[in-house]
């Protein structure tokens, strides 16, 4: 576990870089595509997508080593740098994807776009495909860099 946490910074930029584009296409994209297609099983398994990798996102960002998926709720919660969503992120994959619910996730996962996009200082509005992309412009190793995106997710 120490030394996951002591990786070179553009090893967790990658990483950074490959969760975040993971969640704009699993929440941003493919969730509500799949509801307007009436695909609800595979509309709730790109929301478990996107909060797997926003606590994965959150973790990088806290620099802090992401438990076994059973603990990382607990975990997260006492994250100082956006652990505060983590009732939010349970909320998302709790709740069913009914009318009375779509609406609260869609302004949800946005709220949590914009959070991280902010924390991570980068003017995207709410592109966070293109946020991952200048994060992973940021590696300065040129060999890492020119990796696929996806290379350490």
């Not at 090893?11 to 799949?34: I, P, S, V």
């Not at 595979?42 to 076994?68: D, G, R, S």
């Not at 902010?118 to 190793?141: R, W």
């Amino acid at each position: 576990r120490n030394k996951i946490l002591q990786q070179p910074e553009d090893a967790r930029k990658k990483k950074l870089a490959g969760h975040l584009l993971m969640m704009a296409q699993a929440g941003q994209y493919n969730y509500f595509r799949c509801l307007a297609h009436g695909e609800t099983g595979a509309a709730q398994m790109a929301l478990q997508e996107f909060v797997k990798h926003t606590m994965c996102t959150i973790f990088l960002l806290n620099q802090k080593y992401m438990p076994f998926y059973k603990w990382s709720f607990r975990a997260l919660r006492n994250l100082p740098v956006l652990g505060n969503h983590a009732d939010d992120l349970e909320f998302l994959i709790s709740q069913p994807n009914t009318d009375q619910y779509v609406r609260q996730k869609k302004d949800l996962i946005e709220i949590l776009v914009l959070n991280v996009i902010k924390t991570l200082h980068v003017d995207t509005g709410n592109d966070l495909e293109t946020c991952a992309y200048l994060i992973n412009k940021s590696i300065s190793d040129g060999a890492l860099r020119n990796e696929h995106i996806l290379f350490s997710v």
